[in-house]
Structures are given as structure tokens and as C-alpha cells.
């Protein structure tokens, strides 16, 4: 069972990831090669937000440390005095950037600032911050693949962003999903980020995997990395949507499903909220709570969460 929300315009969510590290391999080489190279540790980065100009920034900076200093977790910090440099103050915007794929929190930073709407408000920055990458570091490692390279002689060098827990050089992975078959299993030999090889991988960050042992094609984009017997593999479950779709997005893999809708439900508009079950062609990892998409073409018409895996 999933919730699924399709929206009829542009929604305004709260975005929030740590600091992604990116990689850069490519097919004639990578420094994953070089492995006489000393390893550098590992220092994770603070949690960082992000968003195009005037998307509220700002407001939801000052919202945060207005809502964790009542809790008593951080310094309120005033809208003014957050856009520091003279010439984000002369031209009224915070100058950043960075490009990273996200979790979704819906909210309203302004409403949390001016303490109405509690749902919206303060309560939904609390739920951004337990959303938050660097508080899933105690969890089972995931990390869904986005792209895959072969390394003659060393292996496969699988990339992506660590979706929860912690990687270490010498531990035992699985590759589940997209495939009839059992789980790949196989050894993390190499962690690298910035083309540096590193003690480990954590929650949030962007990772190149040294996986050795597997043949060219057995690992696809959208399938997933993850600690050995942790999760499974499901083709069906229920899920609340609100409109029903085209294609289907979860993690970093495109799938084809069938939707059946309640018997007393016969057709869906934009803003319903139903509750549909969901058939995948093939078996992937899910678990109670993970987002998925659907999409017509390269638009995203709807958003969901699993609610209820089935088989």
C-alpha cells in the first residue's frame, strides 16, 4: 500500500540532503585503478539547503533554526541575518549552488515563522529534519544504482547516492531488483568519492563501489546496492494515489505496473486521493514508507509513499 499525491500545479515542498560528494569515472579510466594511492578518511559535510532563486530558501533557514531552537537543538537565526555576503545583501537572494536528487517534505517555511498553521509549519520541519540523509547512518546500507562502469581487471564500479546506513571497504553487498533471479552477492574491494578513495560511504553522499566478480550486464541502472539479507524483493503492493498514470519511478529505476483502482472508484481527477493497489512487471526492493513517481514523459504527474508491501 502506497499514499500517492498527483498534482494539478507546481507544489512547494522543503528539499534537504547533505552535501552530495560527485564522482567521476568514466569507461577508458578510473582512479579506482590506483590503488597504491594512500586512502583518505571520510568527513561528512553538515546538511545543507538548497533551491533556485527565490524558492524560499531564506524563509525555510530561518524557519528551521527557529523550530530546532525551541527544542533546543540549534541558534535562531533571524531572516536579515542570513544572507551575509554584501552582495547577496545587495541583490536580496543567497548565493549557492549544487545539484543533488532529494527527498520530499511538503511545508511552509513562512508559516513556521510566523507560527500558524502547525501541520504545515512546525511540525513539517521536524519532519524534515528526521528526514534528513545524516540520520539514517544507523540503518541497513541502500544505495540505488544510477550508472555502472567495467573496469578491466578490477571490476564493476557501480555509482550512486548512499540512501541510508554506512559502506566500508571488505563488507558483503547484495544487488537485488529488475531480475527474476536471487540476489548478485558480492565484496565492496573500493569506496571512492572526488577521485579519492575513502575509508567508507555514508548516507547522503554520492559513491563509486569497486564490486568485483560480476559479469558485464548483470548489473543495471535502478537496481539496488544494499547490506547482505536486509531487504527483499516485491511485485506487488497498495498504495494512496491521488490521479492515476503513466510510468513508474522509484529510487533511480523506470518499471511498468498495472494500477487497480477500488471497485467503487471509477475514475480519478487531479487533487483525489485514492487508495490503488500496484502490480510491478518486475520484483524490486520496497519497504513501508519509500516515495516512488509517476510520470508522463519527462513531467511528474503524481508522488507516492508505499504503504503496504503485498508479495
Not at 536580496?92 to 511545508?107: A, K
Amino acid at each position: 500500500m502506497a499514499s500517492l499525491a498527483f498534482f494539478r500545479k507546481p507544489s512547494f515542498h522543503f528539499i534537504s540532503r547533505a552535501t552530495s560528494s560527485i564522482i567521476s569515472i568514466n569507461n577508458n579510466a578510473s582512479s579506482f585503478v590506483s590503488l597504491q594511492r594512500s586512502m583518505a578518511t571520510f568527513t561528512p559535510t553538515k546538511p545543507r539547503t538548497i533551491g533556485h532563486v527565490d524558492h524560499g530558501k531564506t524563509t525555510l533557514t530561518a524557519a528551521t533554526t527557529k523550530v530546532l531552537a525551541a527544542e533546543g537543538n540549534a541558534k535562531a537565526i533571524a531572516f536579515d541575518e542570513i544572507d551575509k555576503a554584501p552582495e547577496e545583501k545587495e541583490r536580496g537572494i543567497t548565493i549557492s549552488r549544487s545539484h543533488v536528487e532529494l527527498p520530499i517534505v511538503s511545508g511552509s517555511g513562512l508559516y513556521a515563522l510566523q507560527g500558524t498553521n502547525e501541520e504545515l509549519g512546525e511540525k513539517a520541519i521536524l519532519k524534515l529534519m528526521d528526514a534528513d540523509p545524516v540520520r539514517q547512518l544507523y540503518r541497513p546500507f541502500v544505495m540505488p544504482i544510477e550508472d555502472i562502469f567495467y573496469i578491466q581487471g578490477r571490476g564493476t564500479v557501480a555509482t550512486g547516492h548512499v540512501e541510508q546506513g554506512t559502506i566500508k571497504v571488505g563488507e558483503e553487498v547484495e544487488i537485488l531488483g529488475l531480475t527474476q533471479g536471487e540476489p548478485l552477492k558480492t565484496t565492496v574491494t573500493g569506496v571512492e568519492m572526488f577521485k579519492k578513495l575513502v575509508d567508507r560511504g555514508e548516507a547522503g553522499c554520492k559513491v563509486g563501489l569497486l564490486l568485483p566478480g560480476l559479469k558485464h550486464g548483470d548489473v543495471q541502472r535502478g537496481m539496488v546496492i544494499a547490506k547482505h539479507g536486509t531487504l527483499k524483493t516485491y511485485k506487488k503492493f497498495e498504495a494512496q494515489i491521488v490521479y492515476v498514470l503513466s510510468k513508474f519511478y522509484l529510487r533511480t529505476a523506470d518499471i511498468t505496473e498495472k494500477v487497480q483502482l477500488p471497485d467503487d472508484v471509477k475514475m480519478v481527477m487531479p487533487g483525489d486521493n485514492v487508495t490503488a493497489t500496484f502490480e510491478l512487471t518486475l520484483p524490486y526492493p520496497l519497504d513501508h514508507g519509500q516515495i516512488f513517481s509517476l510520470r508522463e514523459g519527462d513531467r511528474t504527474v503524481a508522488a507516492g509513499v508505499v504503504s503496504k508491501v503485498l508479495s
